[in-house]
């Protein structure tokens, strides 16, 4: 089993939607990090947050240490949303190594 | 805002060649930067973490005489694969951060093609 579970792995969904992106963990952790991979591979990092919820234009995330659960929400989905959003946690005892999930496929149609 | 650039964004060469991949950090000077590999329809998997003047650190499973890693200076680290071979085909990644423990900024991959 991962330690980074991500869900769901593909999805498609039609401009204006709401979306929600699940990422679960199994290991005790200092940070977790939202980050956005386009098509050319590159990667964009949205969000880290070891806490409570970040919000920054159209995209929230949340955490809940105790449940060792984030979501990354995107209000009014636009196609150029279409990515892979990457959920990739840091480990508790000072490493600042990242462990990744196998990411989510979003596809924003018009 | 920080920018990691890599270079070159993609490369093809012929098995038993070596390449070299730069990371450098544009506006920010980077103690640690990590590389990452992404095989097709993978996550991305850690490799190393390259330490300005000093080893860098493996990850387990990935060997060290074939992918060299220099950080010569607190903006570029340089991964070398040496004696390439077609399974070596895969996209590699760096990142880096101002400063521990904060948010990463990537650069924009490598695209690596053995013949």
């Known amino acids: 089993k991962n330690e980074v579970e991500q869900s769901p792995q593909n999805l498609t969904a039609q401009e204006g939607e709401f979306i929600t992106i699940n990422c679960s963990y199994s290991v005790g952790i200092s940070a977790l990090h939202w980050l956005q991979q386009h098509p050319g591979g590159g990667i964009v990092s949205l969000f880290m947050?070891?806490?409570g919820k970040k919000k920054h234009g159209r995209l929230i995330a949340t955490i809940n240490i105790q449940e060792k659960h984030s979501s990354l929400h995107i209000t009014a989905s636009h196609p150029r949303d279409s990515a892979v959003y990457i959920c990739?946690?840091?480990?508790?005892?000072?490493?600042?190594?990242?462990?990744f999930g196998k990411g989510t496929k979003l596809t924003v149609n018009p | 805002g920080a920018v990691v650039s890599q270079h070159p964004s993609w490369v093809i060469c012929k098995s038993g060649t070596s390449v070299k991949i730069e990371c450098r950090s544009l506006?920010?000077?980077?103690?640690?930067m990590f590389w990452y590999r992404q095989f097709p329809k993978q996550s991305l998997m850690l490799m190393a973490t390259?330490?300005?003047?000093?080893?860098?650190?493996?990850e387990q499973g990935v060997e060290k005489d074939k992918f060299l890693i220099n950080h010569a200076s607190l903006t570029l680290s340089t991964l070398t694969v040496t004696s390439a071979h077609p399974e070596d085909s895969s996209f590699y990644i760096c990142?880096?951060?101002?400063?521990?423990?904060?948010?990463?900024?990537f650069g924009n991959g490598t695209r690596l093609t053995v013949t």
């Open positions: 390259s330490n300005e003047g000093s080893k860098a650190t493996y």
């Open positions: 506006d920010f000077q980077a103690t640690t």
């Open positions: 947050l070891s806490s």
């Open positions: 990142s880096a951060s101002r400063q521990a423990y904060s948010p990463l900024h």
């Open positions: 990739a946690v840091r480990s508790q005892g000072g490493s600042e190594k990242l462990v």
